[in-house]
Nanobody, 122 residues
Framework: VQLQASGGGLVQPGGSPRLSCAAS????????IAWFHQAPGKEREGVSC????????FYRDSVKGRFTTSRDNANSTVYLQMTSLEPEDTGVYYC????????????????WGQGTQVTVSS
């Protein structure tokens, strides 16, 4: 599977951008898609994940209630709707894929998108 992330940019605090992760290749709908956040100078960490089968979702505590991930299987695209953004949300956001089951373990991810920059600043 190949992933293409998009939708980042400069956002004011409290803003609500939506990131997209378009999947292509064979059987794009069998992949669980996770979003990761890499803040400047910090390690990459998982923030959300959605399964391919029943669309179960998982979130890091710091984004619960603010971020929502969803998938459009018809278009093989997963979204990350971000709301109430804070300066701490600044960084590069990556989408990544694993077969069927959600994980944030970097060693278990099969494919990565190229990342999209989100900068939260007034």
């Amino acid at each position: 599977v190949q992933l293409q992330a998009s939708g980042g940019g400069l956002v004011q605090p409290g803003g609500s951008p939506r990131l997209s992760c378009a999947a292509s290749g064979s059987n794009p709908d069998i992949w669980a898609i996770a979003w990761f956040h890499q803040a400047p100078g910090k390690e990459r960490e998982g923030v959300s994940c959605i399964t391919p089968s029943d669309g179960s979702t998982f979130y890091r505590d710091s984004v619960k209630g603010r971020f929502t991930t969803s998938r459009d299987n018809a278009n093989s695209t997963v979204y990350l709707q971000m709301t109430s953004l804070e300066p701490e949300d600044t960084g590069v956001y990556y989408c990544a894929a694993t077969l069927w089951v959600c994980t944030w373990s970097l060693d278990d991810l099969s494919a990565w998108g190229q990342g999209t920059q989100v900068t939260v600043s007034s």
